[in-house]
């Protein structure tokens, strides 16, 4: 449960803005989307792949 504290006279977007923060970083809603298709292993391990080519390319080229 996320709990953001708030002192008396605090701004409540200032509270929203912490609550909004915090809920990013547990990554509920990044999983809930993960979820919502299935990804073959095959396809996961092929996406993998293409990226770790990408990133090293990157590292390559900055050199």
């Known amino acids: ?8 006279g605090d701004n ?3 509270a929203l803005k912490k ?3 915090k809920f990013e970083k547990t ?8 979820r919502q298709a ?3 292993p095959s396809v996961v391990k092929r996406e993998r792949k293409i990226h770790a080519v990408y990133v090293q ?4 080229n900055e050199e």
């Open 1 to 8: 449960m996320i709990v953001v504290p708030l002192k008396e």
């Open 38 to 40: 299935f990804n073959k």
């Open 27 to 34: 990554g509920v809603v990044k999983e809930l989307r993960r």
């Open 12 to 14: 409540i977007e200032r």
């Open 19 to 21: 609550f909004k923060r």
């Open 57 to 60: 390319q990157l590292k390559h």
